[in-house]
C-alpha cells in the first residue's frame, strides 16, 4: 500500500506561482508512476502531470510550459512546480500513485487563482 499527503496549495494571483508537494509512505523509486490529478467544481478528474519510475514525464497540454513535476532528493517526494497560474487552474489537485495493480491517491489540496 501507499499514503499519500499533499501540500503546498493556496490562494495565489494570476501570473503567480506554486509549489505542491506529495509525501508518499514508500520510495517512488518502487512505484511505477507518480502523478498530480486536478478536478475543478462540475468538472471530471483530469491528469495534469505524471513521472514513470524511469523519469519520463507527461504533461497536460493545458499546462505544458508551465508545470513541472519532479522528484525531491529523500526519494519519497514529489513535487508539482506551478508558473504562470490562470483562473483555469483552479481546482483541487490530488497527488496519485499507481503501483500495480492499484491506484492510490492523496487527500488532496486546494489551489486557488484569483485576483
Known amino acids: 500500500q501507499v499514503q499519500l499527503v499533499e501540500s503546498g496549495g493556496g490562494l495565489v494571483q494570476p501570473g503567480g506561482s506554486l509549489r505542491l508537494s506529495c509525501a508518499a509512505s514508500r520510495s517512488i523509486f518502487s512505484i511505477n508512476r507518480m502523478g498530480w490529478y486536478r478536478q475543478a467544481p462540475g468538472r471530471q478528474r483530469e491528469l495534469v502531470a505524471d513521472?514513470?519510475?524511469?523519469?519520463?514525464?507527461n504533461y497536460a497540454d493545458s499546462v505544458k510550459g508551465r508545470f513541472t513535476i519532479s522528484r525531491g532528493n529523500a526519494n519519497n517526494t514529489v513535487y508539482l512546480q506551478m508558473n504562470s497560474l490562470k483562473p483555469d487552474d483552479t481546482a483541487v489537485y490530488y497527488c496519485n500513485a499507481y503501483l500495480w495493480p492499484t491506484y492510490y491517491w492523496g487527500q488532496g489540496t486546494q489551489v486557488t487563482v484569483s485576483s
Open positions: 513521472m514513470s519510475s524511469g523519469g519520463t514525464t
